[in-house]
């Protein structure tokens, strides 16, 4: 298949909102497409590389080889170009990244370079692998489109059923069964104002707290036990102490879904830094769990004994989870079985309320009669957190790609400092609508005192409200913290920058005075 079809169709995606166009679209996408071609194009579609990261900076990307007139770089020859990229290492590599890159931009026609730019940079975001993708896949292969989510469902992703169907057709779904040892995609939630609005849409419930750790999937079998995460890497040989806490439950094959984190001596969670750094470390395993040990805490069973619990409702999965699963390693819970109670929504509140009291990010409100939806977020869990803001100051902005060329899109934020000046927190370009982007861009653009051809340098005079989850150490940036999750709300051209938040108030919300 042409790298050329790929960029195509994703452009055609993203012009559209109508689901029976999208659908069409990726239906005929995939009868095009070779089975071996899908995994790769794909995760171009999704606006990802196979290959991660590749460590590629704007310097290797602006002055790029003239476009060729016709297409001919295929998907599988550009993902091979983009492997060797990433392959360098050692002195000279940056030039010989600049030179493999320069080649196949050289080889790539305008559009083909566009794309392939947006890729690099992260900026294709047209949101290809939703529902529609499933049911295109349903239509080119003549697959019942249910039969083909589930199959996703338990697969863990599109690309193994996809390349299996093209390959084979409808009966290889019959090869997608739940497994231990083959990790799902993971059930999300979907969010809601208060705990009460949660209760009333959802019926009968419990609420859970709402841990900020790193989402575990432990698998045992006979012999073995493997931890995944939520992204569906194996981390086992990184978290011993979650292996022997899965070895030790009365099962001998079971998959749990949970959180690890860590404690510190009053019970309290520690930053989430500090349990994603030492999840994240390859170093000296033993010695880090030493240092800092981590502990699992599950709030589901998909599995135990060869028995699917999927389809079970979530009472059910309680009950097999508190059998197999000692309190100390299970989430904290609150039943709400009459959410027309007064006094039972009440003490949902309150539960609500003792959890934030104890360190944790929230609570997640989930329905009593829901199955588990991998992969999925569901209306039938419910995320309540406290909504964390801040009043900060524009400092620059990076120029778009992909669906953002011609745009300013990633804010540069700061926060006010003693002396009157601003310190750079951190940058983010989540919650911008078409209308707001389009706003922004002629704003900053009117502000602008330096443009490198990236980043636009503005005037420090537009104050932006930021909602974000926590504040975290941060070396990159010069008051060592930055924001978890930021997302802008709306422009407040009703304060002036004196008036934004400052670096003590950032600084005291970490919790260091």
Known sequence: MLFADVARVSAEVARTSARTRKTALLADFFRAAEPDDVPIAIAYLAG???????GVGWAALRDRAAPAEQPSLTVRGVDAALTEVGGLSGAGSQAARRSLLQSLFAAATEREQKYLLG?????VRQGALD???????AAATAAPPAEVRRAVMLAGAL???ARALLARGPAALGEFAMTVGRPLQPMLASSAKSVEEAVAKLGPCAVEEKLDGIRVQVHREPGAVRVFT??????TARLPEVAAAAAGLPAERFILDGEVLAFDDAGRPRPFQQTAGRVGSRLDVVAAARALPLRPVFFDVLSVDGRDLLDAPYARRVEELIRLVPEELRVRRLAVADPGDTEQVTAAAGFFSRTLDRGHEGVVVKGAASPYAAGRRGASWLKVKPVHTLDLVVLAVERGHGRRAGKL?????????EDGSFVMLGKTFKGLTDALLDWQTERLGALAVADDGYTVTVRPELVVEIAYDSVQTS????????LRF?????YREDKKPSEADTVATVRAAHGGG
């Open 48 to 54: 990802l590389l196979p290959q991660g990261r590749l």
């Open 119 to 123: 890729l690099l940079t992260g900026e």
């Open 131 to 137: 529902a529609a993708a499933v049911e295109g896949l």
């Open 159 to 161: 690309e193994p059923v």
């Open 230 to 235: 939520r992204t569906l890497d194996d981390v």
């Open 409 to 417: 899109s990633n804010l540069h934020l700061g926060a006010r400092d």
């Open 475 to 482: 070396p990159r940036y010069p008051a060592g913290l930055t």
């Open 486 to 490: 930021a997302r802008v709300i709306r």
